[in-house]
């Protein structure tokens, strides 16, 4: 029997209920996605955007490269299809890159500094979590948010991705048809 990480599951996760709550918002009108509301990211669609930022930040200090973020949003967020479009590609990068890890590449400490300055290390697994984690948090305003609209909004919850997609995904052979599999779901 195949052993998954947490980390593991929880990119496939991530990819899921970002996917999910993507197609939940996509039935709001794009004044909707941008109203303007008193939160920290503004809008659904900054929120969503922010949660971007966050996943392009780490892939940098994943790749051992440099980013051009100085916060930890854009001055101007993205139209909302962008997002989602880049999101569901960065998405199905991770669980790509997750695929290819061993464990002792999840332990390999990851030296990054932060956008508002200093210095941080989390290991490969950390920063994962780290993602998954920080998505789950986002859309879960994000689901606040959209809650007044009344729409016919799929469940993300973990229990769910758990019993229904889990299964599914973990018999797959290919980190591509894993992420066609959760879209697809």
């Known amino acids: 029997m195949v052993t998954y990480s947490a980390a593991y599951r929880?990119?496939?996760y991530?990819?899921?209920?970002?996917?999910?709550?993507?197609?939940?918002a996509a039935q709001l009108s794009e004044e909707e996605l941008h109203a303007s509301?008193?939160?920290l990211f503004k809008t659904i669609a900054?929120?969503?955007?922010?949660?971007?930022?966050?996943q392009e930040i780490f892939l940098a200090h994943l790749q051992g490269t440099k980013h051009n973020f100085t916060g930890r949003s854009r001055t101007t967020p993205l139209p909302f299809n962008d997002v989602a479009h880049?999101?569901?590609e960065l998405d199905q990068h991770y669980i790509e890159l997750a695929a290819h890890w061993s464990?002792?590449?999840?332990?390999?400490?990851?030296p990054f500094e932060f956008v508002n300055g200093g210095t941080g290390t989390m290991s490969r697994e950390d920063i994962l979590l780290h993602l998954a984690n920080h998505?789950?948090?986002h859309r879960g305003f994000i689901s606040t948010l959209m809650y007044p609209y009344h729409i016919n909004s799929a469940a993300s919850d973990l229990s769910v991705f758990l019993r229904d997609i889990w299964p599914i995904v973990k018999?797959?052979?290919t980190p591509r048809q894993r992420y066609q599999a959760i879209i697809d779901q």
Do not use: C, K, P
């Not at 991530?14 to 939940?24: F, G, K, P, R, Y």
């Not at 900054?46 to 966050?54: E, M, S, Y």
């Not at 002792?104 to 990851?110: A, K, S, Y």
């Open 10 to 12: 929880m990119v496939h």
């Open 14 to 24: 991530m990819a899921w209920a970002n996917h999910v709550t993507l197609q939940n």
């Open 37 to 39: 509301r008193d939160t």
């Open 46 to 54: 900054g929120t969503f955007d922010h949660i971007l930022v966050i």
């Open 86 to 88: 880049r999101l569901r």
């Open 103 to 110: 464990q002792d590449d999840l332990e390999e400490i990851i």
């Open 135 to 137: 998505s789950t948090y």
């Open 171 to 173: 018999t797959i052979n």
